[in-house]
């Protein structure tokens, strides 16, 4: 089992920026991708960032440009570095760790841009 304790999330003005962490603990050594995902109210959750353990990133395009994953393996923690922050980048930002046989998710940290 992976363990996944976020924190970073708060209320920012728009243009603001936050940074977001993610420490795993556990059978670290199984973990393969960490991402970040969020939900907003009312919508599905949805990908925004992740990371593999060769340092390869992909991004959904409503945060291309703004927003940074990073992931430092000797700490096993994922950090995602928001800026240029939008009203509705507001949402629950939940960490992912998945690898072989598991699929690990944090509590959660919201995330609150106001206009």
């Known amino acids: 089992q992976v363990q996944l304790v976020e924190s970073g999330g708060g209320l920012v003005q728009a243009g603001g920026s936050l940074r977001l962490s993610c420490a795993a603990s556990?059978?670290?050594?199984?973990?393969?991708?960490m991402g970040w995902y969020r939900q907003a109210p009312g919508k599905q959750r949805e990908l925004v960032a992740r990371?593999?353990?060769?340092?390869?990133?992909n991004y959904a395009d409503s945060v291309k440009g703004r927003f940074t994953i990073s992931r430092d393996n000797a700490k096993n923690t994922v950090y995602l570095q928001m800026n240029s922050l939008k009203p509705e980048d507001t949402a629950v930002y939940y960490c992912?760790?998945?690898?072989?046989?598991?699929?690990?998710w944090g509590q959660g940290t919201q995330v609150t841009v106001s206009s």
């Open positions: 556990g059978f670290i050594f199984s973990i393969t991708t």
């Open positions: 990371v593999t353990f060769t340092h390869n990133t």
């Open positions: 992912n760790a998945d690898g072989s046989g598991f699929d690990s």
